[in-house]
């Protein structure tokens, strides 16, 4: 058996190869560009090349001159086209309230401010770079610090918002016997999936039709409508494979509708793939971070009183932020407790949702300082866990569903050989390369949201199951069919499996670890509802095929509509709105519900030079119900690399003049390459939580990037005896000390 | 990408003639220039994609591979077509064995679909990847647009040169295989209009930005580069090309050492280094070589020569640890080149 | 399997590529033949650089006679004339592999090479590997094998780039594999599962 294909412990399927792997090993599956339509006129952005400013007057002549070119939009020819809508966190569908082309009001760098058509991409692209913008320009605020910035408390802005606290940790701190205080700051980073930003729209009389790489197809879908100002009902999104998200394809952003209005206007199919650089400012991205933690602990390493204040970068008009206090004050056994979130208004685009939006700068934070403290204490971080373990939050005293964090930190341990560290900085060097180990804590909140599905059997043994879910890469076409199989007692390649079109039921914004299970939940509850139909007196039948061709059916269905516990009155109805809010996480009134893990990181250093590799990494993650032990562990392993790139490679460079980004290209953007990856062992541990939901499964998709870069930090000072606190840890911080 | 037309090259003097006049760097103003040669294309339609460059015209000089695709090894040294693959230049068993600094600069560079397209000759002459001046919606920069200023040199430089800069422009020459042969004193071939051609040192090819950044060589306008030659030496087998950078590949270099050392026993009798990734230009430490000439080959003979290949450093903001990085990277590359075993 | 947009879609380029052909009677001739002017001034005048310019690629083992604007990239003109959209667009400059392709057998980016400038050189894109329904080359089957994809958009260019590895004879040990195969970026990070269907394939291919 492959590596690639573990044996399925207790509570996991079959790690069968994935549904449409033929599909994409051989090209024919079709991404959204991937679609031809007849006669179709090519789309090119223009982007402001300011950030903050008006738009005095454009030169299109030399643009207009270019044979092959259509028309130029702008927001003079396109009025109010588009309509504002409400920000998310409003009740809203934007993740950007910048109305499309709305006006001459320049709001960040990047900005889209003219789409050129033409017949030819090529001539687009001429005529693109040919339009001359007369700006007013104003001086703009890139970040934290710059002049201009407004600093807001989160709870002023987002009603929803609240700090937790407990107990009185300003006393406690000050009285702890062993104490850390200290500062991290994490860098703005972009999502980068492979796949360019692109959207394909053809109207047919008032139906339109938007091909698009979505995480989102009803939040597209009815979005869309609303700033078109037509019905939902003439939206249609398909979205069949996606090539890759992160978090970057699950809002409707400001490129759909302009290519929606232009291939009105110009009454044929209009497609844009947006370049790699302009990908930077259309979508959304992570966030900057600043935040300061205090951990004060007994000498026995329990903890007294913690404290955790994070400050993100966010928009002018979007009170955007991801608060991962949260969830990192939760993680620990701890009476004091207290945090806060604050925000920092500048001119820049609305960041939004990337894989592990919270917990992924924030628990870099919790994570190094607990190695801080492990430090402090003269304590394995180990053991440092292990003492603050807790099946209890310790704001209200919710209890955990499940927590099998001190048996991931085990198994992960005695994979990784930690009994033989040896506790002294730069005590374990291998010539020329300094080696450190360090570990720390994963955790991402289990949630969920409503999801709807039909399923079809048939009677010659077929089925199809039909729900508008995402194959991101999480291989949902697989666990889709996987379900369905074992519900109804057929082989799995008897299923069919239809995601990614607004005709289909819908499903939630595969974002937040739901997809598989919302969706997977929906559709077990559509496959017993037929076994149900076709059962004898109350009992269930078995063969349902056999039960089908005996009573001379043609097929038998079910639409299932399944909704999570805890979620609110009308969620159902929020999921046709492409709406649907996920529930569960820290969100319970009656409990708390994590997926946990434990990661442990080999770095060498170079002693003179002070490049850092990662040539070891395990990873053990307790999850629920693993469906397909196959691609559970790409995605875990996909997570740590991603992981390993937020640690070492990935910032986004802004220039705090202009307040634009700089290195907005995958040359300068870094994330791993094959060759900084070597050795990666994903342990899935055997876990079973019948709470969470019917099937028991509580969502991979980003729980394995959590905590990686402290893990990496931890291991960079064992290796060198520097404490990094600022990400990326990059060879300019370490230099100076070799 | 401005419209273009295209032409093949059956001879080099045709080629040259297509483009008499026009030169690859004389007479650039905001990138446009009358025409360019094709040949790899890895720097040309990046370039003009981003509109960087506009040239109206290409000649494609790619099918006089059969001419200038020779490699050559003899008495007198190491002889390269300049339409030479990198990657058939990286692979060359003679030249991993007696140049092997060579070989190592092409293997560590871009990745192998690049280095199966770039050209020997293109690669020598790709331009730096400063991000002001890849990116036109930056208006500053005196590179790409003369006397339009410098947004590099109080924005973002962590990736700038520390050497041989001026005040016009810090952009990094990006390149490895230029170090490799500027330690190894190459000379390179060059044909011009009417069958015009001459031999130039390695050394005079790239120009510092001094006050015209936008002059990167010293190619008259229309030539053309054919070819390489690096000279037969005591120091090329006992040669190695350290690359640093954030991950394992397909990156360009945060500092490189092309090292290149004739000992006699533990002493040098002759040094030869050449930096890149610091530098705005393939750069020659000869103040180092020089010191470490009839010395023992030591941590402190290194780090006092490291120290000297960058006594004349000058850092921005963010680009100050190139300074230490740079004479590790040397000190570093200087011992292992001394402990190799030939 | 979601089938019917691929109908939809091929039923489509057929018609587009008809179109392409046909305009193709306004292109000029590619090397300086009489109707070229030999020097710079000259060339810009009589010479509409943006008319169609005819060209015939060769395609998998198929001729594709197509008129186009010279600056289409070998990348754009398979997706986007000729109806190959395996080949992927992840950056367009060369930064990223997802769409290399075999020109005479070697592993290039597609989006860094001109359609005009292939010439009469043999192309191969992942389509050429293996027909409908037929069994996988082994490089395809060894990354079902190794799941050595996620959302599969990288997966052409890897697969293309990989076999390249192979018969350059740079896959002899994992080392070479990952240092060789660094030029395809694979966000979902496959990269340890990219290494072990290279291993695996290359047995097969007798590399």
């Not at chain 1, 092959?68 to 993740?95: I, N, Q």
């Not at chain 1, 107990?167 to 991290?184: M, Q, R």
């Not at chain 1, 590799?613 to 740590?640: C, D, E, H, K, W």
Request: proline share 5%; net charge neutral.
């Amino acid at each position: 058996m492959v590596d690639a294909a573990p044996a399925p412990k207790a509570n996991m399927g079959q790690p069968i190869p994935r549904y449409d792997a033929r599909q994409k090993v051989t090209g024919s599956a079709m991404y959204s560009s991937d679609v031809a339509l007849p006669d179709t006129a090519y789309a090119y952005l223009v982007s402001s090349g300011i950030a903050k400013g008006r738009i005095r007057s454009f030169d299109l002549r030399s643009a207009k001159s270019v044979p092959g070119v259509l028309d130029v939009l702008t927001h003079e020819t396109m009025h109010d086209a588009v309509r504002h809508l409400k920000f998310m966190t409003e009740g809203g569908p934007a993740s950007n309230t910048v109305v499309p082309l709305g006006s001459a009001d320049i709001a960040y760098g990047g900005q889209t401010i003219a789409v050129v058509l033409a017949n030819t991409y090529e001539a687009a692209r001429d005529a693109a770079h040919r339009i001359v913008v007369d700006y007013e320009i104003d001086t703009p605020s890139a970040t934290f610090g710059s002049p201009g910035a407004v600093d807001q408390e989160l709870a002023t802005q987002n009603k929803k918002h609240e700090d937790p606290k407990v107990g009185d940790f300003a006393s406690a701190f000050a009285s702890a016997p062993v104490k850390v205080d200290v500062s991290y700051s994490t860098p703005t980073q972009h999502h980068n999936p492979i796949e360019l930003f692109s959207t394909q729209c053809v109207w047919n009389g008032a139906q339109l039709t938007v091909y698009e790489p979505s995480q989102n197809v009803f939040g597209i879908k009815n979005g869309l409508a609303a700033q078109l100002g037509i019905s939902p009902d003439q939206v249609r999104v398909i979205s069949r494979f996606i090539g890759g998200a992160f978090g970057s394809k699950g809002s409707l952003t400001q490129r759909t509708a302009i290519v929606a209005v232009a291939a009105r206007k110009l009454g044929r199919p209009v497609k844009l793939v947006a370049t790699r650089d302009q990908g930077f400012t259309i979508a959304t991205y992570r966030a900057e971070t600043r935040q300061t933690v205090k951990l004060g602990a007994g000498r026995d390493g329990r903890l007294l009183a913690l404290s955790h204040e994070g400050s993100e970068v966010t928009s002018r008009p979007d009170p955007y932020a991801v608060a991962g206090t949260d969830a990192s004050i939760r993680m620990y056994a701890c009476p004091n407790i207290a945090s806060n979130v604050t925000i920092v208004r500048a001119d820049r685009s609305t960041p939004g949702f990337m894989r592990a939006p919270a917990e992924t700068p924030y628990f870099f934070a919790l994570e190094s300082a607990m190695d801080e403290l492990a430090v402090a204490l003269d304590m394995d971080p180990v053991e440092l866990r292990r003492v603050n373990d807790t099946m209890h939050e310790p704001i209200k005293g919710l209890p955990y569903t499940s927590r099998s964090l001190m048996t991931c930190f085990d198994q992960a341990a005695a994979a990784f050989g930690w009994s033989k560290r040896t506790k002294a900085p730069g005590s374990m060097r291998d010539g020329d390369w300094l080696v450190g180990w360090g570990c720390a804590t994963s955790a991402y909140p289990t949630q969920m949201a409503p999801a709807s599905a039909r399923v079809r059997l048939f009677p010659d043994g077929t089925a199809r199951v039909e729900t508008a879910s995402h194959e991101i890469g999480n291989g949902i076409y697989t666990i889709a069919a996987q379900t369905a199989a074992e519900r109804l007692g057929l082989p799995v390649e008897k299923i069919t499996v239809m995601l990614g079109d607004t005709v289909l039921p819908p499903a939630p914004v595969s974002g937040g670890s739901i997809t598989a299970a919302s969706v997977c939940s929906a559709i077990a509850q559509a496959c017993d509802a037929i076994r149900a139909k076709l059962s004898n007196n109350g009992t269930p039948a078995v063969d349902l095929v056999k039960l089908m061709s005996e009573r001379g059916l043609g097929a038998v269905e079910d639409y299932a509509e399944w909704t999570p516990h805890g979620a609110q009155k009308g969620a159902l109805g929020m999921l046709y709105k492409g709406a649907a809010a996920p529930t569960g996480g820290t969100r319970l009134t009656d409990r708390i519900q994590f997926a946990f893990g434990a990661q442990f990181v080999e770095v060498r250093v170079h002693a003179r030079t002070r490049e850092i590799r990662v040539p070891r990494i395990v990873g053990a993650f307790a999850a629920g119900r693993i469906l397909n032990p196959r691609t559970a562990r790409s995605q875990f392993m996909g997570g740590m690399i991603w992981g390993i790139g937020s640690a070492l490679h990935e910032e986004t460079a802004i220039d705090t003049n202009a307040a634009r980004y700089v290195n907005t290209n995958l040359a300068d953007y870094l994330v791993p390459v094959n060759a900084d990856v070597v050795d990666v062992d994903v342990i899935m541990v055997p876990e079973e939580d019948h709470l969470v939901n019917p099937i028991g499964v509580k969502g991979i998709g980003e729980i394995g990037i959590v905590g990686t870069s402290a893990a990496v930090a931890n291991a960079v000072y064992h290796a060198t005896g520097q404490r990094v606190r600022d990400l990326p840890l990059r060879i300019d911080s370490l230099v100076a000390g070799s | 990408m401005r419209p273009f037309s295209y032409d093949r090259a059956t001879s080099p003097e045709r080629a040259a003639g297509m483009l008499v006049g026009t030169g690859s760097d004389a007479g650039s103003v905001q990138g446009r220039t009358p025409a360019e040669y094709l040949a790899g294309g890895t720097t040309l339609l990046d370039l003009m994609k981003l509109d960087v460059m506009q040239p109206a015209r290409l000649v494609d000089i790619g099918g006089l591979v059969g001419r200038y695709g020779d490699i050559a090894i003899d008495d007198r040294g190491l002889h390269l077509g300049a339409l030479v693959k990198m990657s058939t230049a990286a692979d060359h068993s003679g030249i991993r064995d007696h140049y092997p600094v060579i070989a190592q600069s092409l293997t560590l560079a871009a990745s192998a679909q690049l280095r199966n397209m770039a050209t020997l000759g293109g690669n020598v002459l790709q331009r730096t990847r400063c991000n002001y001046f890849r990116d036109t919606s930056w208006s500053a920069c005196n590179k790409r647009n003369p006397g339009s200023g410098c947004a590099a040199l109080d924005g973002v430089n962590r990736q700038h040169a520390v050497l041989g800069t001026s005040t016009d422009c810090i952009a990094t020459y990006p390149g490895d295989f230029a170090q490799a042969l500027l330690a190894l004193d190459a000379t390179l071939d060059v044909a011009g209009a009417a069958g015009g051609a001459r031999t130039m040192r390695f050394a005079d090819l790239h120009r510092p930005p001094g006050a015209t950044p936008n002059v990167e060589t010293a190619l008259k306008p229309g030539e053309v580069i054919t070819g390489f030659h690096v000279p037969a030496a005591p120091w090329t087998r006992r040669s190695l090309y350290l690359k640093v950078r954030d991950r394992q590949s397909y990156e360009f270099a945060l500092a490189s050492a092309a090292v290149a050392l004739d000992m006699d026993g533990e002493v040098v009798r002759q040094a030869r280094i050449a930096l890149g990734g610091v530098a705005a230009v393939p750069w020659r430490a000869r103040e180092a070589e020089a010191a470490l000439t009839g010395k023992r080959l030591d941590e402190a003979a290194a780090t006092a020569a490291a120290r000297l290949a960058f006594a004349g450093a000058v850092a921005r903001q963010h680009n100050g640890y190139k300074i230490a990085l740079g004479q590790k990277t040397v000190v570093r590359a200087l011992l292992q080149a001394a402990t190799l075993e030939i | 399997m979601p089938d019917y947009d691929d109908r939809e879609a091929r039923a489509f380029v057929s018609r587009r590529r008809f179109i392409g052909v046909t305009a193709s009677t306004a292109a000029l001739p590619l090397v300086g033949g009489p109707a070229r002017a030999e020097t710079a001034e000259t060339a810009a005048a009589p010479v509409d650089p943006s008319a169609p310019v005819d060209m015939t690629l060769r395609i998998n083992g198929e001729r594709h006679r197509l008129g186009l604007d010279v600056r289409t990239t070998l990348l754009d003109a398979l997706r986007d004339h000729v109806g190959l959209t395996g080949s992927k667009k992840g950056c367009d400059h060369g930064q990223c592999g997802a769409c290399t392709v075999h020109v005479d057998g070697e592993r290039v980016l597609s989006c860094l090479t001109l359609a005009v400038a292939v010439g009469d050189r043999e192309v191969t894109t992942i389509e050429g590997l293996a027909r409908a329904d037929a069994p996988l080359h082994p490089m395809q089957q060894a990354f079902v094998d190794n799941d050595a994809f996620q959302c599969g958009y990288c997966t052409p260019g890897q697969i293309m780039s990989a076999i390249g590895c192979v018969k350059e004879g740079h896959a002899d040990n994992d080392d070479a594999i990952r240092e060789y195969m660094s030029g395809n970026l694979c966000r979902c990070a496959a990269y340890p599962n990219i290494v072990a269907a290279v291993r695996q394939a290359k047995a097969q291919m007798g590399g």
